[in-house]
T-cell receptor, first 114, second 112 residues
Framework: AQKVTQAQTEISVVEKEDVTLDCVYETRDTTYYLFWYKQPPSGELVFLIRRNSFDEQNEISGRYSWNFQKSTSSFNFTITASQVVDSAVYFC???????????FGSGTRLLVRP | DADVTQTPRNRITKTGKRIMLECSQTKGHDRMYWYRQDPGLGLQLIYYSFDVKDINKGEISDGYSVSRQAQAKFSLSLESAIPNQTALYFCAARGSGTGELFFGEGSRLTVL
C-alpha cells in the first residue's frame, strides 16, 4: 500500500520566519516519485517540485528547499524567510512505479501573518 | 494559456439534477484524471483514463461517470447529484513519461 502523511494540519508563522512542512511516505516500490503542490486561496493546484527515488540530492529554489531522506521516508519542505504570499495549503504526493495514480497527503495549511 | 481547462468553474445545483463537468487539455497528454477535494482529506481519485478507449475507476467512483470524447477531452458526470457530492473537483493530465500531473483550476460544485 502507498500512503502519504502530513501530520501538521495547520501552521501559523510570522512573516520572515523559516517554516518546515513535514511529509512522510510509505511505498514498497523501489522506484517512485515525490511531489509538492501549493494550493493558494484562489484554489488552483500549483506544481512545485518532483523528486525521483534514486536522486537524494536536496534541492533549493529561491526561498524554497526540499530535504529528501530515504532512510526516514521523508520529503520535507522548508520555506526560508516566509512571506504573506506563501499562505496556502501545501500537499505532498507520491507516485510509485507500480501505481497508476498520485497519492496525496491531507495537506498542511500554512498561514503567514504580517 | 492553461494546459488544462475546466468548465464550469463554479456551479450550484439541486439534489437529483444531472451535472457535467468538462475538461480539456492542450498538450496532447495521454493520461487524464478526475479528483475530488474535500476539506482535510486531500485529493481522492474518482476516475482515470490512459487513452480514449481506456477508462478506469478510482477510489470513489460511485455516483459518478466519465467520458473520454477525444484525447484532449475528459468529462465527469453526476447522474443524480446529492449534497455530499458538494466538493472541489480537479481534472488533471500527464504524459506517460513523467509522474507530474498538470491540474486544471478546479470546479467548485455545490449541491443543495
Amino acid at each position: 500500500a502507498q500512503k502519504v502523511t502530513q501530520a501538521q494540519t495547520e501552521i501559523s508563522v510570522v512573516e520572515k520566519e523559516d517554516v518546515t512542512l513535514d511529509c512522510v511516505y510509505e511505498t514498497r516500490d523501489t522506484t517512485y516519485y515525490l511531489f509538492w503542490y501549493k494550493q493558494p486561496p484562489s484554489g488552483e493546484l500549483v506544481f512545485l517540485i518532483r523528486r525521483n527515488s534514486f536522486d537524494e540530492q536536496n534541492e533549493i529554489s529561491g526561498r524554497y528547499s526540499w530535504n529528501f531522506q530515504k532512510s526516514t521516508s521523508s520529503f520535507n519542505f522548508t520555506i526560508t524567510a516566509s512571506q504573506v504570499v506563501d499562505s496556502a495549503v501545501y500537499f505532498c504526493a507520491l507516485k510509485g512505479d507500480s501505481s497508476y495514480k498520485l497519492i496525496f497527503g491531507s495537506g498542511t495549511r500554512l498561514l503567514v501573518r504580517p | 494559456d492553461a494546459d488544462v481547462t475546466q468548465t464550469p468553474r463554479n456551479r450550484i445545483t439541486k439534489t437529483g439534477k444531472r451535472i457535467m463537468l468538462e475538461c480539456s487539455q492542450t498538450k496532447g497528454h495521454d493520461r487524464m484524471y478526475w479528483y475530488r477535494q474535500d476539506p482535510g482529506l486531500g485529493l481522492q481519485l474518482i476516475y482515470y483514463s490512459f487513452d480514449v478507449k481506456d477508462i478506469n475507476k478510482g477510489e470513489i467512483s460511485d455516483g459518478y461517470s466519465v467520458s473520454r470524447q477525444a484525447q484532449a477531452k475528459f468529462s465527469l458526470s453526476l447522474e443524480s447529484a446529492i449534497p455530499n457530492q458538494t466538493a472541489l473537483y480537479f481534472c488533471a493530465a500527464r504524459g506517460s513519461g513523467t509522474g507530474e500531473l498538470f491540474f486544471g483550476e478546479g470546479s467548485r460544485l455545490t449541491v443543495l
